[in-house]
């Protein structure tokens, strides 16, 4: 984590497009990556900042995608509330359940 993002002094909080944009934290957390949502969170990341974006659902055989502007935490929790309403496994969506987690945790 030191050598990826504190050494070189990486922006864990810079933003993809603009203001409203989607932070690495949004991303790693909406994306299902605990590991890299708890290094983010250990390095500085702000849970709180919303960013504006869409997301593809993982549910069986779709293209469906959810637009929104939420936090980390509102950005998972609507992800996987959205997933189980379309039948993704439990087990499918348990790397979200781990960001979910981390991030209630940081609050």
Known sequence: VNFLIKEP???????QDGANGLS??????????PSLVK???????????????????CAPASHKTHKGCY????????LYK??????VPTESSKPLWQCLELL???Q
């Open 9 to 15: 002094g990486a922006d864990v909080n810079a933003r």
């Open 24 to 33: 690495p934290l949004i991303i790693a957390a909406a994306r299902g990556l």
């Open 39 to 57: 290094a983010l969170l250990e390095c500085g990341a702000d849970p709180t900042r919303r960013g504006e974006g869409r997301f593809r659902l």
């Open 71 to 78: 936090t980390a935490l509102e950005w998972v929790e609507t």
């Open 82 to 87: 959205l997933e189980k309403e379309n039948g």
């Open 104 to 106: 209630r945790s940081h």
